[in-house]
């Protein structure tokens, strides 16, 4: 590991039970930027993720925050400088938007702290930024998938970390809303420097708003670098078994990738 990279997986091995996930993963996260991973299923992006945020003691290899192993760091120095929203979150029952969202304030507070004007406003911003705000006072338990991914990342935001791991956090959302949680987490990107390590299943997507792609393939990083050198015909006949053609994204410029099935594609090869 760099000095440059403040976040990194070093031969890192993975596994539960008898069966092995990752093996000997290397991964730096470059700072400051989005980093999105992409495989197939069952590859071990959650499984990565999960160990990333110490969720998972690693078999071999250690996860590196800061020059320390983030197994050995105390859990709520951890959740201060790094945020998890996990890919199945569990809200307890009966609980309130609002106050799911103000947990997210508690790495905050020392044993004898009462909640300040400064929690306020984290919460009231990160409700605001996830478009939240009308459904503070309602159960969790009422809401629809979508609503609760929203509110599930506002309390990560909440939380106001400088560096994210989201494991699917576009899950149960229609397209526009997808669309929305990404724009904002580019704009905390940009805003506040925010390193994001996210798990995303859509490659366009993941091609479009990451600024560093990570494919996994066999319990290993297969290629990792700009959307440009890792979305290719090759990558994703190696990863996902599939066919395709690559265009250039007219609306972004960044590669597009149309997946070549039995039907519908005009004699199109890849």
Not at 33 to 45: H, Y
Not at 150 to 178: G, K
Not at 217 to 237: C, F, K, S
């Amino acid at each position: 590991m760099t000095t440059a990279h403040r976040l990194a997986a070093e031969e890192l091995y993975l596994g539960y039970g008898e069966r092995e996930v990752i093996t000997g993963l290397n991964l730096p996260v470059p700072p400051g930027k989005i980093t999105a991973i992409v495989g197939a299923n069952a590859c071990g992006k959650s499984t990565l993720l999960r160990s990333m945020s110490r969720l998972l003691a690693p078999r071999g290899g250690q996860v590196i925050l800061d020059g320390a192993s983030v197994h050995s760091m105390p859990a709520k120095e951890l959740a201060r400088t790094l945020g998890l929203l996990p890919q199945s979150p569990i809200a307890p029952e009966g609980i309130t938007v609002a106050d799911l969202v103000g947990r997210g304030r508690h790495p905050h507070q020392g044993i004898f702290s009462r909640w300040s004007s400064t929690d306020g406003d984290a919460v009231a911003a990160a409700l605001e930024a996830t478009n939240t705000v009308d459904l503070a006072e309602r159960a969790i338990d009422e809401l629809s998938g979508g609503q609760r991914q929203r509110v599930w990342i506002a309390m990560v935001l909440a939380q106001q970390t400088d560096l994210l791991l989201l494991d699917e956090p576009t899950t149960f959302l229609d397209v526009s809303h997808q669309v929305e949680v990404l724009d904002l987490l580019v704009d905390l990107n940009e805003s506040r420097g925010t390193t994001i390590v996210m798990v995303l299943h859509d490659l366009n997507m993941a091609a479009r708003y990451a600024d560093h792609l990570v494919a996994i393939a066999e319990g290993n990083v297969l290629i990792a670098g700009e959307p440009d050198e890792v979305l290719t015909v090759r990558t994703v006949r190696e990863v996902f078994g599939l066919e395709s053609t690559i265009i250039t994204d007219p609306t972004c410029g960044r590669p597009l990738m149309l997946p070549l099935g039995r039907h519908r594609v005009n004699g199109a090869s890849a």
